[in-house]
């Protein structure tokens, strides 16, 4: 697969999508009708459709019954916790296998050229790939089973709000479409929190030693953020909630981020057909860490003034706000 006739590749080995970063179709004035359903359909499939898949199966197939969750045993605690395992190292060990092992595509359409450090005393034994499974692994799925629980035991006793499907199906429907925009608003709201001051140091320079990510950095946090990072399903705390909707922001939440930090542009299917997988604007939140910290379907970082879609204009921009930063910085502190 040729990436040169999708993107160009600078000197330095950095490769960019010809394709213009846009932000999504929907908070915009006048409407526009077709690029919206264009674009609803790319919010659906393949990649939430993907995930409500795996919530069903999930749901149905790898999940103890709500009776017998409705007091904690160590039984179904534990099953839970070693399907979370089993589900992280196939998603997440599968993709590194494949992209980053087998080097499937060598570096087609990888953002950067260079594969992830295997010697250098800043990551954790020296490595980068085994820093990022350990937190993965030793945080990330411990604390996030820890929500799934704590989750399902208060649903099971009916101590969080919750309906019948059958009752409310177009509930159902409007909360389900809801859950990535959700998950996108709760992201953006914690990700500017733990950029401030000392919030940075001690909850999210984990997940930023990752410059050059690969799929296992997605998981690459501090407990602490984590901690915040998985809160996402508290919604259901308050809004009336159904099993599949628990499981469909679950699954989004432990999935996702493999998706989110591939670090390669686009999967190469066959000789001539690709699937883009479009994680250029976080890539460029991790290469220059204070731009691109929401996504695109709410657009906070173009009203705010923080994104970045990879253009040398907006290079530019970036520079400038950061002198202007540094300036008031120095002028306040005189
Ligand atoms: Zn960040
Ligand atoms: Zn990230």
């Not at 969750?69 to 916790?81: A, N, Y």
């Amino acid at each position: 697969m040729d990436d040169t006739l999708y993107g160009t590749r600078d000197k330095s080995g950095h490769w960019k999508p010809n394709r213009w970063i846009k932000r999504a179709p929907v908070f915009v004035w006048p409407i526009q009708p077709k690029p919206f359903l264009r674009w609803l359909f790319s919010y659906l499939w393949p990649y939430n459709a993907l995930y409500f898949a795996i919530a069903l199966l999930v749901w149905f197939y790898l999940t103890p019954p709500l009776e017998t969750m409705q007091e904690f045993g160590f039984g179904w605690i534990l099953l839970i916790l070693l399907r979370n395992t089993a589900l992280v190292l196939l998603v997440y060990g599968g993709s590194h296998a494949v992209f980053y092992i087998q080097r499937r595509q060598r570096t087609d359409f990888k953002y950067n050229a260079k594969w992830p450090d295997t010697d250098n005393s800043m990551f954790l034994f020296g490595s980068q790939t085994a820093e990022n499974i350990f937190w993965a692994m030793c945080s990330g799925v411990p604390v996030f089973t820890a929500y799934e629980v704590l989750t399902w035991w208060m649903f099971a006793n009916a101590y969080i709000p919750h309906f019948d499907f059958m009752d409310r199906p177009v509930f159902f429907v409007t909360v389900l479409l809801l859950v990535p925009l959700w998950r996108e608003l709760h992201f953006y709201l914690i990700h500017r929190l733990i950029h401030l001051g000392p919030l940075y140091e001690i909850v999210h320079k984990v997940h930023h030693n990752n410059v050059n990510p690969g799929p296992w950095s997605g998981l690459s946090m501090h407990t602490l953020e984590h901690i915040v990072f998985f809160s996402a399903v508290l919604i259901f705390y308050v809004v009336p909630s159904q099993p599949l909707l628990i499981m469909f922001v679950l699954i989004h939440l432990i999935v996702g981020p493999a998706r989110g930090h591939l670090g390669f542009d686009a999967i190469a299917v066959s000789d001539d057909k690709i699937l883009v997988n479009d994680n250029y604007y976080h890539y460029l939140h991790h290469k220059y860490f204070e731009v691109n910290y929401g996504e695109r379907l709410i657009p906070f970082d173009e009203w705010l003034g923080t994104a970045h879609d990879g253009s040398p204009e907006a290079d530019e921009a970036m520079f400038r706000r950061l002198k202007a930063k540094k300036n008031f910085v120095r002028g306040v502190s005189h």
